[in-house]
Antibody, heavy 121, light 108 residues
Framework: QVQLVESGGGVVQPGRSLRLSCAAS????????MHWVRQAPGKGLEWVAL????????YYADSVKGRFTISRDNSKNTLYLQMNSLRAEDTAVYYC??????????????WGQGILVTVSS | EIVMTQSPATLSVSPGERATLSCRAS??????LAWYQQKPGQAPRLLIY???TRATGIPARFSGSGSGTEFTLTISSLQSEDFAVYSC??????????FGQGTKLEIK
């Protein structure tokens, strides 16, 4: 079955960096675009970034543009999110999720279990 | 950016009854809307896409309707496992993809 397992979260000081990973299994990873979506404590869901199946196109939310970088290694079936210049407002559970649908109209399915990132001094 | 607004914020319904949840878009998203269910401590789960198509394995008691700016998720006969937070999400105009703030469905 499809599995997405995030890792790399934890507590980090403001201004520092952290890299999240998402290990994919149960499907042909290199055929699918992948997203990161986050959820601050007690808040709604916020889309963070999208990367095309082959890594050629990347898209970001304005709130993270210039600070976060999405990437992937199709040989390792792994998705990454490099987070730099972290702020308190980046504190959230981060989910990796697979692009479902097509290149133009697409949604999120399935989702990983999420990983908590806490930005605090 | 398209703003998604859900109502009500909290809905109290008795098991066996029908629940109707609303989602409004700040501009037309055609039928490019999805619904997700999220239980405490769990990841979201896709329920509905294209406004009215049930995802694989989703029971028939869940149905979606609407197009343009007004959407509805209906749960016909609530089961105990249906009490959760439900979020709508548009994918008509992206980036960014945008979600509603969620409706908490609680037991009355």
């Amino acid at each position: 079955q499809v599995q997405l397992v995030e890792s790399g979260g934890g507590v980090v000081q403001p201004g520092r960096s952290l890299r999240l990973s998402c290990a994919a299994s149960g499907f042909t990873f290199s055929n699918y675009g992948m997203h990161w979506v986050r959820q601050a404590p007690g808040k709604g869901l916020e889309w963070v970034a999208l990367i095309w199946f082959d890594g050629t196109n990347k898209y970001y939310a304005d709130s993270v543009k210039g600070r976060f970088t999405i990437s992937r290694d199709n040989s390792k079936n792994t998705l990454y999110l490099q987070m730099n210049s972290l702020r308190a407002e980046d504190t959230a559970v981060y989910y990796c999720t697979r692009l479902a649908g097509n290149r133009v109209y697409n949604w999120f399915d399935p989702w990983g279990q999420g990983i908590l990132v806490t930005v605090s001094s | 950016e398209i703003v998604m607004t859900q109502s009500p914020a909290t809905l109290s319904v008795s098991p066996g009854e029908r629940a109707t949840l609303s989602c409004r878009a700040s501009q037309s998203v055609s039928s490019n809307l999805a619904w997700y269910q999220q239980k405490p401590g769990q990841a979201p789960r896709l329920l509905i896409y294209d406004a009215s198509t049930r995802a694989t394995g989703i029971p028939a008691r869940f149905s979606g309707s609407g197009s343009g700016t007004e959407f509805t998720l209906t749960i016909s006969s609530l089961q105990s496992e249906d009490f959760a937070v439900y979020s709508c999400q548009q994918y008509n105009n992206w980036p960014p993809y945008t979600f509603g703030q969620g409706t908490k469905l609680e037991i009355k």
